[in-house]
């Protein structure tokens, strides 16, 4: 018997809310690109906050085995300039643990039924047959149909979203280039010693680099620049050759004028890879409501890195859920329509908090800009504590 509701995603939106039809009673099945598995074990780290993330995970049934990975010391960020001088420190003791993306989806891989997931399944779009039902087809030509109602939780690059809504993602004219120092690097003690926990965020020149420890100890490694979309596939700099990249990247175009030790983040590390970041227009994350089909996560607001992004996914799915529980799947379009109001609002306020924190990273005095947000901040919470 086909199952009432199909996920299109195996990411953390997809598996939290496959989690919760499960604990509710309400059938499902999954469908993900990944072939296994263990066949997608990279992934950075992500900060879970108590108000969405581990409140998602509470309702599943599943934060005492999130604890068990969970890095509170991790939570700490600190801020320098370009010199490498550390101007800024927050986060002590704030409830905002890291967290490994590939632990965090397993823990959730591991309280769904085997056979509620099918691996290798990558979606090609959605069609419908002549009564109006939803056909979902696959890359390998095989389709699946007699679903109630299809989740596109299939990220930025969602092929659920063109039948819900004409937006698209827009480029924010910013990458990340992504590298690592791993353990057996000959420049790691030196790395725990002068970064150790959390991340280290470096600031200058409309520029960043930021280090974030992982689970493992590792470091990440991420290098902010402003670059035309095609930076990366149009042959400016060809990340396999890890020497050249590193000559680019140290070069004066880049970051040849920081401090000597930020520059070592960039001679020792390795593993190159190309993150361009994306965001929807706030003003299209509302359409519609389309019978039998909606979206959650980054596939409904995908939005430039803020901290935030796993956290309002994982948010989408407690609300879809819960909506879910409460009408039936009889009720299907009040439950979606109702989750989709809730959603909207959420994920516009999302995407325009992305909008201002990349402004404030790469603004052209530093990390200044940012110390004072910072500081507008925790002054507005002291003034509003009882």
Not at 98 to 120: C, F, Y
Not at 189 to 206: E, P, Q, R, Y
Not at 220 to 228: A, E, N
Not at 338 to 367: N, S, V
Request: glycine share 10%; with cysteine; net charge negative.
């Amino acid at each position: 018997m086909t199952p009432s509701i199909a996920i299109i995603g195996a990411g953390p939106c997809g598996l939290t809310l496959a989690r919760l039809l499960e604990c509710n009673g309400i059938d499902y099945v999954v469908y993900e690109r990944d072939e296994s598995e263990d066949s997608n074990r990279r992934g950075g780290s992500l900060d879970i906050h108590a108000e969405t993330g581990q409140r998602a995970l509470k309702e599943a049934g599943l934060f005492e085995e999130f604890k068990k990975h969970a890095r509170y010391d991790d939570a700490v960020l600190t801020l320098a300039n370009q010199q490498g001088e550390r101007v800024f420190q927050a986060g002590q003791g704030r409830d905002a643990p890291e967290i490994d993306r590939v632990a965090l989806r397993q823990i959730l891989l591991d309280s769904i039924p085997k056979d509620k997931i099918r691996w290798g399944h990558l979606l090609k779009g959605t069609t419908q047959d002549e009564d109006g039902h939803h056909i979902l087809q696959f890359m390998d030509g095989a389709s699946a149909s007699g679903f109630k109602l299809v989740i596109g939780a299939d990220g930025a690059w969602s092929k659920v979203r063109p039948s819900v809504t004409e937006a698209k993602p827009l480029y924010s004219g910013n990458h990340y280039i992504e590298s690592r120092i791993s353990p057996n690097s000959p420049y790691y003690s030196t790395m725990v010693s002068k970064v150790g926990a959390g991340t280290l965020m470096c600031l200058g020149s409309s520029k960043e680099i930021v280090t974030q420890r992982q689970g493992d100890g590792s470091y990440r490694i991420y290098l902010g620049i402003t670059v035309p979309e095609d930076f990366v596939r149009g042959g400016t700099v060809n990340l396999t050759d890890t020497e050249s990249t590193r000559r680019l990247f140290l070069s004066s175009a880049f970051f040849g004028d920081w401090a000597d030790d930020l520059k070592d983040l960039i001679r020792y590390s390795d593993d190159f890879r190309s993150w361009p970041l994306y965001y929807m227009d706030p003003e299209a994350v509302s359409w519609k409501t389309v019978p039998g089909l909606t979206l959650a996560g980054d596939a409904a607001h995908v939005a430039v890195p803020n901290g935030e992004g796993v956290n309002c996914a994982m948010a989408d799915a407690l609300v879809l859920a819960s909506k879910l529980e409460a009408y039936g799947t009889e009720n299907l379009d009040r439950a979606v329509a109702e989750y989709e109001d809730d959603m909207f609002r959420r994920g516009a306020e999302h995407i325009r908090d992305g909008q201002k924190m990349a402004a404030l990273i790469r603004h052209e005095d530093g990390p200044a800009a940012l110390i004072s947000f910072f500081n507008e901040v925790m002054a507005s919470a002291a003034a509003q504590a009882p």
